[in-house]
């Protein structure tokens, strides 16, 4: 049978800050993805929060971006906000930018990534996959991380190893910026474009990776990217992005480990932070923890499920960045933390000129611009005469 998997993310508001959401709040959530699921809308559904922001992990027979499904996760934000505006939650529904979805939450303020696939077909025996949940950060910030593990070989050996890994993968970049009706999109075969996508994404405020396909297997999708600004949405600066991804892995995809292997050796530096306006390394945690780190460290989730034929999640899943491992991965990432920050806002430490234009630095600085004065350059002025001199007794 086919099958989606859907993960739709938001904060609608949270305790004391942009921390985390309240007790009250994730426990509406699950009651309702629990009576969902129980009503046959979803197959199984499961609710955890990242940082500030709540995540659905569903699957469902919907199809992607179907009314259904996205309607449904609305409405679970929206019982939220109510709870989190009762609760005087800072930022109550803060994700939520229009007043009410057409039937597809993208582009209203959520975070969604959602892959439909065949469930257990011959050359997948399998079903397994993996959800990453970022928070305090953009979706650019999953670039470095896939590009590492789906094009270079020092950090994922499959890619030398597996006959099918080694075929490599389609890979489809967006262009974040671009507004309209339509998305401004490019996809790239890999090994052969590897550095056509290596320069497009580079650039990781402007293009994102959003989705990654098998090219043994062109139907299959292995990756899906949350790929969206939400300033490009509300036109300001109303709350970074915190991007979601679903990889399904092992079975002709790159296995977990080879996922979470640039997270644990990169200690990658995202734009995001407190006001979403800093550089600074992005940190690995454990599944429903509370941002409180100098700042807001932006900071990183994963989690793995595996699929019956059925379509539920098994019993359990599996929190891969809350191991030992991850500790010392921590410590490494807080002390690049506090290095960084002991430069506060300037040059680098800052995010870039582009990023800041949301932000209210952008009326300040309108605001000098039009005190500047305009100053004798005594150095200039003699140069000139100097040239002036010079042709007068040089004419053509
Ligand atoms: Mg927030
Ligand atoms: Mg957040």
């Known amino acids: ?20 959401p309240s007790a009250a709040m994730v426990g509406r ?15 199984d559904g499961m609710v955890t929060y990242t ?51 057409s039937g597809n939450v ?9 892959i439909s696939f065949e469930l257990l077909p011959k050359h997948r025996p399998a079903e397994a996959f993996m959800v990453f949940a970022a928070d305090k950060c953009a979706p650019g910030a999953y670039n470095l991380p896939l590009y590492l593990s789906f094009c270079d070989p020092m950090h994922n050996g499959g890619l030398l ?40 994404i580079r650039d990781e405020d402007r293009f ?9 297997h062109p139907d299959e999708q292995i990756v899906s990217v949350a790929a969206t600004r939400l300033h490009n949405v509300a036109g300001k600066y109303t709350g970074k992005d915190d991007p979601v991804a679903l990889v399904r892995v092992q079975s002709l ?5 080879e996922l979470v292997e640039p997270w644990a050796t990169i200690h990658q530096i995202v734009t995001g932070d407190c006001r979403g306006s800093h550089n600074m390394p992005i940190m690995p945690t454990a599944i429903n923890q509370a941002v409180t ?24 899943y599996v929190d891969f960045f809350g191991g030992e491992a991850f500790d010392y991965v921590r410590h490494k990432v807080q002390e690049k933390a506090v290095d960084f920050r002991r430069q506060g806002f300037f040059g680098v430490a800052m995010a870039s000129k582009t990023e800041l234009a949301y932000t209210g630095l952008t009326d300040t600085l309108t605001a000098l611009d039009k005190k500047f004065e305009m100053r004798r350059d005594d150095a200039a002025v003699s140069k000139e005469s100097r040239k002036a001199s010079k042709d007068a007794k040089d004419p053509d």
Not at 29 to 43: E, F, N, P, R, S
Not at 106 to 114: F, Q, Y
Not at 306 to 314: A, D, V
Request: aromatic share 6%; hydrophobic share 45%.
């Open 293 to 316: 780190g100098p700042y807001c460290l932006p900071i990183v989730s994963s989690l793995g499920f595996s699929l019956n034929k059925e379509g539920k999640f098994s019993s359990n």
């Open 253 to 257: 995809f790159p296995a977990p480990e």
């Open 106 to 114: 993208r582009g209203a303020g959520p975070a969604v990534a959602e």
């Open 29 to 43: 959530a699950k009651q309702l993805v629990a009576d969902a699921v129980k009503k046959g809308l979803l197959l």
């Open 208 to 216: 994102a990776i959003e989705a990654i396909h098998s090219r043994v």
């Open 1 to 20: 049978m086919r099958v989606t998997l859907s993960v739709i993310k938001a904060d609608v508001g949270s305790v004391g800050g942009h921390t985390m």
């Open 161 to 200: 190893l597996s006959p099918v890994l080694h075929k490599g993968f389609t890979v489809t970049v967006i262009d974040m910026d671009h507004r309209g009706k339509e998305d401004r999109v490019i996809k790239l075969n890999i090994p052969e474009q590897v550095w056509d996508l290596a320069a497009l």
């Open 51 to 101: 940082g500030d922001d709540i995540a659905l992990i569903m699957s469902h027979q919907h199809g992607t971006a179907a009314a259904p499904v996205h309607n449904f996760a609305w409405d679970v934000f929206l019982q939220a906000t109510a709870i989190a505006r009762s609760e005087g939650n800072y930022g109550a529904g803060q994700d939520l930018l229009v007043d009410a979805p």
